[in-house]
């Protein structure tokens, strides 16, 4: 028995040991973590924060749970080419920008509305969606020259 009870990021209150690991609770520990970080970060990253918290989640319990957070759409997923992919924690649909340089991923404010226009006119296909990633430096790496 641990004599220590871990604070964790969700709800604050302490927590009944048997309910401690439970599926729905470590989902909880995983998406709040997601939200404070409000950045668009690897499943490594997210488990590296989450563990200050919540010494016993695993990597795989942090991979499982993010993937089920993209798919009941309380977090979004950011494929980046190449890389590990990002988890987001804002699951509405937007656009990216990447830094090939840092490799950091942010939030692009994008007017869509040409786009989708053109889109909704692609012949011979029905589109359902479509999630840009724009690669280039960020501003941060522009000034390092
Ligand atoms: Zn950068
Ligand atoms: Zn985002």
Redesign the pocket.
Known sequence: MQEKRAHCVCGGGPVRETEKMNYSYQRQVVLETLRALKQ?VTAQQLYQAARKNCPRLSLGTVYRNLNTLVEIGQA?R?CVPGEADRY?W?PHP?Q?FYCRACKSTR?LELPTAGLEAELAACPGVRVEGYHLIVTGLCEHCLEQG
């Open positions: 668009h979004g950011v987001d804002d937007h990216h939030n």
